[in-house]
């Protein structure tokens, strides 16, 4: 069976196929020399800056927010959640304001308004689309919030549950340690924003003034000790926390990164971004005072005169996995699986190597390609189980989940993973929370 949702992806894997960069060893392996050496995050920062070598074109980096992009807030049934690019994306009309989407559709907005990788769009909305959403409607897609309530994604055949969308999606994608949002099992939701968590945050990105000028990979740099923070704050806190190897070591630090990648406004001064504090607080829902800050749930929005980045230079996976290297080469726990065993303070790390049957090693995880296929080959490998009571016929919901994977580890050279020693996740109470077992 040839699914409409396998020639979508055909087709935009051929688009990124030509346009778009695979990550290149002798990046990484330049990145790891750099912090050896230097034990200076700002360098790397700069490294990847190096990149942008376009120059500034207020024409074609202009997000429009007007006309069918005017700001609407979301009304009674309309979905929004954890993730603030993507309700502002529906607040804006560039998805569904329902917050019900397909993938082609939120692929497009991403890349459109924010110039996310059409690389990473569609890995992102293909997973978004198997694990919380439904891979057999017409038109394959997911929630951005809760439970679609709408006819669009519920395609029912194929199904055995009504799919939970983002918002219901811990620990399969929404994750623990995230920057604004609580974690599940301490403040009883994932997908509101939390004030004084957006305080910290905020309170955390460095603004410039006469004597300091940061772009925004300087800026994200500066960010190191808030998440490091936060990540210790879940240790202190949650005695469920659990970093998996999607939700946590890939996705989590997502909501560190990318304000500061493509929430960051272009101009000819700053041609890699700045993000400051009035467009941060739009992007995040939030009015008011520092100090005092108010918050309007799902009412995210782009602030008028946004400048994206330029698309010669979107964000791919590549930038995001050197992004996620660079926190995770100060604090290797970033990079690694682990979790709480069902106290606070009980952190402890998995044996990758065990996991893996030695195919991975968490000494090496930082090194040449073996994050990205570490994260993607574990994925695939687990996904079956993760995905059991989902559907009737697991082989057919996970294709497009398979394909995806397969076409972005081509020629990466990955070591096979072959099976995956599930049992030591069992000393992780949250793991099992996850699976609702
Ligand atoms: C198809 C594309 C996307 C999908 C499926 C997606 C999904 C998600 C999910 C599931 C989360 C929750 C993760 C967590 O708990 O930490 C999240 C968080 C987040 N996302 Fe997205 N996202 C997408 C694109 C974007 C884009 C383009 C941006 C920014 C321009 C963005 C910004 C954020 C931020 C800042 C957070 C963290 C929220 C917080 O806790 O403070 N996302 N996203
Ligand atoms: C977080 O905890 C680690 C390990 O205990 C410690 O080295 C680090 O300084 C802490 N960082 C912050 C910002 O609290
Ligand atoms: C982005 O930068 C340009 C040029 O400095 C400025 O005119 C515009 O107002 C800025 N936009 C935002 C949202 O800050
Ligand atoms: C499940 O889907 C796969 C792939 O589409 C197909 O080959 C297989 O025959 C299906 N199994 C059943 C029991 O329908
Ligand atoms: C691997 O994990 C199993 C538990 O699943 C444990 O019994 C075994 O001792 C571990 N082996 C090593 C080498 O750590």
Redesign the pocket.
């Known amino acids: 069976m040839i699914s409409k949702l396998s020639l979508v992806l055909f087709a935009l894997s051929t688009i990124q196929v030509t346009a778009f960069p695979r990550l290149n060893f002798n990046d990484v392996k330049e990145l790891t020399k750099i912090a050896k050496k230097s034990g200076q995050y700002p360098h790397l920062a700069k490294r990847q800056e190096l990149k942008r070598q376009t120059a500034f074109d207020p024409t074609t980096q202009k997000v429009s927010t007007a006309g069918e992009y005017a700001w609407v807030a979301p009304g009674a049934g309309d979905q929004r959640g954890p993730c603030p690019g993507l309700n502002a994306l529906a607040n804006h009309g560039y998805i569904p304001h329902s917050g019900v989407t397909d993938i082609p559709t939120v692929v497009s907005a991403v890349n459109t308004a924010f110039g996310m990788g059409i690389d990473l769009g569609t890995f992102l909305a293909v997973f978004g689309t198997t694990f919380d959403g439904d891979p057999f409607s017409l038109d394959p897609g997911y929630s951005i919030g809760g439970p679609a309530t709408s006819e669009d994604v519920l395609g029912g055949s194929g199904l055995l549950e009504t799919p939970l969308g983002l918002s219901g999606s811990h620990n399969n994608f929404e994750a623990d340690t995230s920057p604004t949002r609580g974690d599940l099992y301490v403040v009883e939701n994932d997908y509101l924003l939390q004030v004084d968590q957006f305080q910290q945050f905020y309170d955390a990105v460095p603004e410039n003034m006469a004597s300091l000028t940061l772009p925004a990979p300087e800026q994200y740099a500066a960010l190191f ?2 998440r ?2 936060r ?3 879940s ?1 202190a806190t949650n005695p469920y926390f659990f970093f998996p190897q999607f939700a946590g070591v890939f996705v989590s630090p997502a909501g560190y990164i990318f304000p500061l990648r493509m929430m960051a406004n272009n101009s000819a001064e700053y041609p890699s971004g700045y993000l400051d504090k009035a467009s941060f607080m739009s992007f995040f829902g939030i009015t008011g005072e520092s100090g005092s800050f108010e918050y309007n749930a799902g009412w995210e929005r782009i602030p008028n005169n946004f400048y994206r980045r330029p698309l010669s230079d979107p964000y791919t996976i590549s930038d995001f996995i050197l992004d996620i290297l660079s926190y995770g080469l100060q ?1 290797p ?1 970033l990079l690694s699986i682990g979790g709480n065993t069902g106290t606070t303070n009980s952190f402890t790390g998995l044996d990758i190597a065990n996991l893996t049957n030695g195919v991975f090693n968490g000494a090496t995880l930082a090194q040449g390609n073996n994050l990205q296929c570490f994260i993607f080959q574990l994925v695939q490998s687990e996904a079956p189980t993760l995905v059991t009571g989902l559907y009737e016929n697991v082989t057919a919901a996970l294709q497009p989940l398979v394909e995806s994977i397969s076409g972005n580890l081509a020629g990466l050279g990955c070591p096979q993973l072959e099976a995956v020693n599930a049992d030591l996740y069992d000393v992780y109470p949250g793991y099992a929370k996850a699976k609702g077992v």
């Open positions: 000790p808030f490091q923070a990540f210790n704050n240790i604090d726990r």
